[in-house]
């Protein structure tokens, strides 16, 4: 399974933060970074891959009220840890029912993992060194899920929630999304 989502520009209040465990996210982050030290940047990945489906079984990421404003994405974004070596970024993102992203890819690795509800992941390919896709698979990424994305053109993808419940997904991109976090984003149409 291909799962991975976009980084939006809606973001949860700070009492949202609270409620949706950051401080198992925070210690988290800062265990991932002590083991990047100890590997080779091209395994890192790997790493984050390996070790996010224990943090999405344990991190309490859910409650709290909704994001104060949604527009018609219907979905929003905390960041959560930035490396100190700017080396990765961890978001958690909550999705409203009916939030959906635009066809996208990622300007580097990913880690994607679905900590709670249903997700609906449609994998694109693209035709042709030009912005048009193709759509080859549509998954539904389930709570435990966890996901590995290239850097596009690799990894084109759309993700919707289409449930009538909120879910929440663990996002970790092996770049520095502090300052401009939009600049993970590549899109297609």
């Known amino acids: 399974m291909n799962i991975a989502v976009d980084v939006v520009s809606e973001e949860l209040s700070c009492s949202q933060i609270d409620a949706i465990g950051v401080g198992e996210l925070v210690s988290y982050g800062q265990t991932l ?27 309490s ?52 993992g679905v900590h709670s509800g249903n997700l609906t992941i449609r994998c694109y390919d693209l035709l042709d060194d030009t912005s048009l896709v193709s759509q080859t698979m549509q998954v539904v ?6 996901s590995i994305v290239g850097p596009a053109p690799k990894g084109i993808h759309a993700i919707s929630n289409e449930t009538d419940s909120e879910a929440y997904s663990v996002h970790i991109y092996g770049m520095d999304l502090s300052v401009e976090p939009e600049g993970i984003n590549v899109y297609y149409e």
């Open 141 to 146: 990424g389930s709570a435990g899920d966890v």
């Open 61 to 112: 990421l859910t409650g709290g009220a909704k994001p104060a404003c949604c527009d018609v994405s219907r979905y929003g974004r905390e960041l959560m840890y930035l490396d100190p070596a700017k080396r990765f970024t961890i978001l958690v993102l909550r999705w409203l029912p009916g939030a959906a992203t635009r066809i996208h890819g990622h300007n580097a690795w990913g880690v994607v």
């Open 33 to 59: 970074s002590a083991m990047l030290d100890m590997v080779e940047a091209s395994d890192a990945v790997t790493t984050v891959g390996a070790s996010l489906a224990s943090v999405l079984h344990s991190a």
